[in-house]
């Protein structure tokens, strides 16, 4: 075994509890994401919302990555690893405090906060992703980034419930209520609580990195200045192929779940309090956080990119199944797209920074500019549900397509070698 190869094999000591703290910030954002899926049916009915307005939550939350994706490759490359968390973090805290200020302005407040706390969402993933999948050895980066995401679904699991249970009772959801001044304002006040609660969620688990920043870059690798610039990534046709899977992918999930608890409440399907529906949205993400657990260990036997393609054909399948049926068939059907959606996106990663001819901070930059796509796919899906008098059904399509696609990347990945075995490190650290 060459040196190279040796180096390539063996940790870098401290990896193991450094890559435990990174982790924690995995379940935070995905906590925080996750609450998107309620809060689409609290608006809507707080402030008289069409389901194409209601979706412009999602769309704040997401547009952010495209925004923000341009300057914090460059945050990244300028401040390191730890201190970039810290700030994101500290983003993500001011946000919160912005909520409250929609009691006297209205629903263009909460959609600034959104995209603020998104605006830091997006910089601790560009940051906490290559993180991940250097801590340990190249030819396990699939498998640490996958239980990285599962202890992310994790936090996605259970912020619908939490996020049901405080965002769709009493107010305007009080039973016979009717949207009045005195309701809507008691509803605005459970949102307020709901992200005041996790901006306090966030400045813990600051402290608690900030507590953990010298194991966290006694084992990071270095920053590349040369990728502080995701522009520079388009040079790479695998960099790009990877930022559309990304953006087909995120699209295509987030409008399963931001459609979810509208769905599985209309009379079509389980007929059933948007309360109990919004507590089931966490069997969706449950089953990603399942998927993930039993990916970590599907990919020590299985190449990523197959699986991959599994998973995708799958996934399109039950939005086919959707589309088609109704009741409980339905219900059942796309609450278990989440399983399939398991290891999606961190294999298209890595996937990609194996492949990618740019620097990892550069690719990783791109990558997250893609989840983008979360803000885009839903919009759709919403209007197609408006167009259709508030079916769902036909909305799914949207998910359909996209997971099709995806087959097409995943194919083309298995199908290509990595430069880490073709041409040499993919990094340039």
């Known amino acids: 075994m060459s040196s190279s190869d040796m180096a390539d094999t063996a940790p870098r000591k401290g990896t193991g509890l450094a890559f435990t703290y990174v982790t924690t910030l995995f379940f935070a954002w995905g906590f925080a994401t996750s609450l998107i899926d309620p809060l689409i049916a609290a608006v809507r009915r707080v402030f008289e919302l069409n389901f194409l307005e209601a979706m412009l939550t999602t769309s704040a939350w997401f547009i952010a990555y495209g925004v923000a994706s341009l300057p914090a490759a460059a945050i990244l490359a300028r401040l390191g690893f730890s201190r970039s968390i810290l700030l994101a973090l500290a983003v993500m805290v001011g946000g919160c405090l912005i909520v409250p200020l929609s009691q006297w302005f209205g629903y263009p407040v909460i959609l600034v906060a959104l995209f603020v706390i998104a605006c830091g969402v997006t910089l601790l993933q560009v940051a906490a992703n290559p993180l991940v999948a250097e801590l340990g050895p190249r030819k396990s980066s699939h498998l640490r980034l996958t239980l990285s995401q599962a202890f992310n679904s994790l936090g996605t699991t259970i912020g619908p419930w939490l996020g049901s249970h405080v965002l769709l009772t009493g107010g305007v959801f009080a039973a016979g209520a009717v949207v009045t001044a005195a309701t809507r304002g008691e509803s605005l006040r459970s949102i307020d609580f709901a992200f005041l609660a996790l901006g306090g969620f966030f400045a813990l688990v600051a402290a608690f990195i900030f507590s953990a920043r010298k194991q966290i870059n006694a084992s990071a690798p270095v920053t590349d200045p040369s990728g502080s610039n995701f522009l520079t990534a388009f040079r790479s046709p695998w960099a790009v192929?990877?930022?559309?899977?990304?953006?087909?992918?995120?699209?295509?999930?987030?409008?399963?779940?931001?459609?979810?608890?509208n769905f599985l409440a209309s009379e079509s399907i389980l007929n059933q309090p948007l309360e109990e529906a919004g507590k089931l949205v966490a069997i969706y993400w449950g089953g990603a956080m399942v998927g993930r657990f039993i990916g970590t260990f599907l990919l020590r036997f299985i190449p990523a990119g197959w699986l991959l393609a599994l998973c995708t054909?799958?996934?399109?399948?039950?939005?086919?199944?959707?589309?088609?049926?109704?009741?409980?068939?339905?219900?059942?059907?796309?609450?278990?797209?989440?399983?399939f959606n398991s290891i999606m996106f961190p294999t298209?990663?890595?996937?990609?920074?194996?492949?990618?001819?740019?620097?990892?901070s550069a690719t990783s930059g791109l990558l997250v500019f893609g989840i983008i796509g979360g803000a885009v796919l839903p919009l759709l899906a919403g209007h197609i549900a408006d167009r259709s008098g508030d079916v769902l059904n036909p909305a799914f399509v949207v998910p359909l397509l996209g997971y099709a696609a995806l087959t097409i990347f995943a194919i083309a990945a298995a199908r290509t070698a990595p430069r880490s075995t073709a041409a040499g490190p993919v990094t340039g650290h």
């Not at 192929?241 to 608890?261: D, H, K, Q």
């Not at 298209?348 to 990892?360: D, G, K, N, Y």
């Open 348 to 360: 298209i990663f890595t996937l990609t920074l194996e492949r990618s001819t740019a620097p990892s």
């Open 241 to 261: 192929f990877g930022c559309l899977a990304i953006f087909t992918y995120v699209g295509a999930e987030v409008t399963v779940g931001s459609l979810m608890t």
């Open 313 to 339: 054909i799958v996934a399109a399948a039950l939005c086919l199944v959707v589309t088609q049926t109704g009741g409980t068939t339905a219900a059942y059907a796309a609450l278990s797209i989440g399983l």
